[in-house]
């Protein structure tokens, strides 16, 4: 199960990461844009971490409080669950 959410998070990470770059090549060109829910919804869904690095290296929406803020959390929060299911001992997060 853990290799399943390891996969799932890679996988939509890097379809976020891929998104973040297609928006910002359509907002170049004036182009039919991803609206920013489904930017949200990518991220939420697992791809927090790949929406983050893909908002800095195309620095896109890095000028919307709410994308810097939100997906940096997101990204902080998919990142220590990598972490737990490899079995790294996070402070605060105890044992169940």
Do not use: C
């Amino acid at each position: 199960m853990q290799l399943v959410i390891l996969i799932w998070i890679g996988i939509m990470s890097l379809w976020a990461f891929s998104a973040m770059g297609y928006d910002k090549r359509q907002a170049k060109k004036k182009g039919q844009r991803i609206p920013e829910k489904n930017l949200w919804a990518l991220a939420i869904l697992g791809g927090g971490i790949g929406a983050y690095f893909g908002m800095q290296t195309f620095r896109h929406k890095t000028r919307h409080t709410s994308f810097r803020i939100g997906f940096l959390i997101l990204a902080l929060a998919y990142g220590v669950l990598i972490f737990y299911l490899f079995g790294v001992n996070v402070p605060g997060i105890s044992e169940v």
